[in-house]
């Protein structure tokens, strides 16, 4: 009886302390740069110095397909969940369930990365930026130190970067992710494909590029995980349906611990590959309602 009361005792303290039961992280820093409405035909198309600095560095596929309806919130929350829509229960943009998650966890949420990651990291520093702000309906919000929305989304607007940038020189998390809303816009406003549009892709390029600066700046750089991923492409003025240029989308990981020399991944991917794939960085463990695989990606 004592032996096991000692036994509680201890787990009790391991479990108290946390890090004294950490797992070994591949790298420190994953920061998740969400890019809404890019399609891969917009990256072929325009400048884009930055997105090609992280293909070429890591790997990358122009071929990530999204789940159906090719629209935000699904793919936002399969890319979170590692599970496809049925799983969820978000089949279009609302900020509640649309019908009856298979799971919830205590926080009546369906599990993502975020809350895996908060589960087995209590102390780590987590923050989340969204232009989008019904993405604060879907990461599992109440996990994070940090979410902001920025009171705008226009094109050009610098409001939710300049937020970014100072929240990862204070904090240096070891978990981010921001939502950039602006080329979505572009597609909606000025047709997907059009030079308005790729315009607006070589602008939020440059956003990344001074998010990788900032990761310098605050001298995280080195241990960082960079990820680039979009929920759906695009076509004429919107999205929705089941051409390529809607269901092939663009995702992009290089850094510390990642396969170099910008291999093409040729794999199959689904949005719902996005949540395994990170959790990997630091060795979740793998909730029984995800049903995506970690990439071939690591070193
Ligand atoms: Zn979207």
């Known amino acids: 009886m004592l032996k096991k009361l000692i036994f509680v005792a201890a787990s009790a303290l391991l479990v108290a302390c946390g890090g004294e039961t950490a797992k070994e992280w591949r790298a420190q820093h994953v920061i998740f740069i969400g890019l809404d409405g890019l399609t891969s035909l917009g990256v072929e198309k325009s400048e884009t110095p930055n997105f090609d600095f992280v293909m070429q560095q890591g790997c990358y596929t122009m071929e990530k397909r999204t789940v159906l309806p090719s629209v935000s919130a699904p793919n936002w929350c399969a890319m979170f969940t590692g599970a496809p829509v049925e799983m969820f229960g978000r089949h279009d943009n609302s900020e509640g369930y649309c019908f009856k998650p298979l799971m919830l966890n205590e926080r009546k949420e369906f599990q993502t990365v975020f809350s895996q ?45 300049e937020t970014t940038i100072q929240y990862i020189k204070d904090k240096k998390p070891a978990m981010f992710f921001l939502q950039i809303d ?51 492409g695009g076509i004429e003025f919107g999205h929705g349906g089941i051409t390529m240029n809607e269901m092939e989308t663009m995702f992009a990981i290089c850094g510390k611990g990642i396969k170099k020399g910008g291999q093409k991944i040729t794999d199959t991917m689904m949005q719902f590959d996005v949540a395994p794939t990170i959790a990997k960085v630091f060795n979740l463990d793998y909730p029984q309602c995800w049903r995506g695989q970690a990439m071939d990606v690591f070193e």
Request: net charge negative.
């Open 117 to 161: 990651f908060r589960k087995e990291n209590p102390d780590a520093e987590m923050g989340c930026v969204t232009e989008w702000g019904n993405i604060t309906c879907y990461i599992d919000s109440c996990c994070f130190n940090f979410v902001n929305v920025p009171s705008s989304s226009d094109i050009g607007c610098r409001e939710g970067l």
């Open 182 to 232: 602006q080329i979505d816009h572009a597609g909606h406003g000025t047709r997907y494909d059009s030079e308005e549009y790729n315009k607006t892709v070589t602008l939020v390029d440059g956003m990344v590029g001074e998010i990788i600066q900032a990761t310098k700046d605050a001298g995280i750089y080195d241990d960082c995980v960079f990820v680039l991923s979009s929920d759906h």
